[in-house]
């Protein structure tokens, strides 16, 4: 072979080693450059400015929608949770003036307590949903991700501290689910000792002693802290 040859044959050696170089600096940078832009979005996500606008590329923005789906999620059941315990605070369920004008029955009360118990459940039930293996495997699934982005969501997740999040707020929430059943035992047993029971000076009275402690007994069972 001719030396004029070899030396093209080198050249052209060169020219393709140096084309493959720049096509893999070029998708080095382009991943590096998503991977910046999903974790800046990630890290700097908020209640305040929690919103839908995927800004990342490629598989990196499916994983940033899906973290935003959970996190949108999970601050808006726990939002809707502490709604459903203000209701209850302001509904002051075991208050004179409830005794007054929903008892003996108190089926206005008792009502708005079973409302708010069964939905407290369904809240419940969506922060778990947000967490478990099966939930996380089935979207990972729907969105065809690989091993590696697969990975990435479930670790961002865990270090957005959700699955703890979602610990405490079910906790405290079943927590207030026996502070209800025990307001609940109260209204139960008010009703059916309706006829020795009496509100008198905006005070319950009664000439029954045993009732009397029965009663304070079953009130000091509200006493739950959640």
Known sequence: MKKGAIITIVIVLILIILAGMG??????????NARNAF?????????ENMNDEVVSEGNYGV??????????????????????????????????DVLKNDGPEFSNTK???NAVKEENLNLQNTLKDIV???????????????EKFAELYKSVQSE?????????????????????????KVLDYLTEKKDIWFIEDDTLKSTDKTFIEEYNNLVSNTNVEF
């Open 23 to 32: 096509v893999f600096a070029y998708y080095f940078i382009n991943e590096v």
């Open 132 to 146: 478990s293996e099966e939930s996380v495997n089935n979207k990972i699934t729907e969105n065809n991700l690989d």
């Open 160 to 184: 957005m501290k959700i699955k703890d999040g979602v610990d405490s707020i079910v906790s405290s929430d079943e927590k207030f689910a026996t502070f209800l059943d025990a307001i609940t």
């Open 111 to 113: 009502s708005s307590i």
């Open 63 to 96: 994983v940033e929608k899906m973290l935003k789906e959970d996190f949108k999620t999970y601050i808006e059941s726990q939002n809707k949770l502490k709604e459903n315990y203000k209701k209850i605070e302001e509904l002051k369920p075991l208050s004179i």
């Open 39 to 47: 974790v800046n979005v990630i890290n700097n996500l908020t209640e």
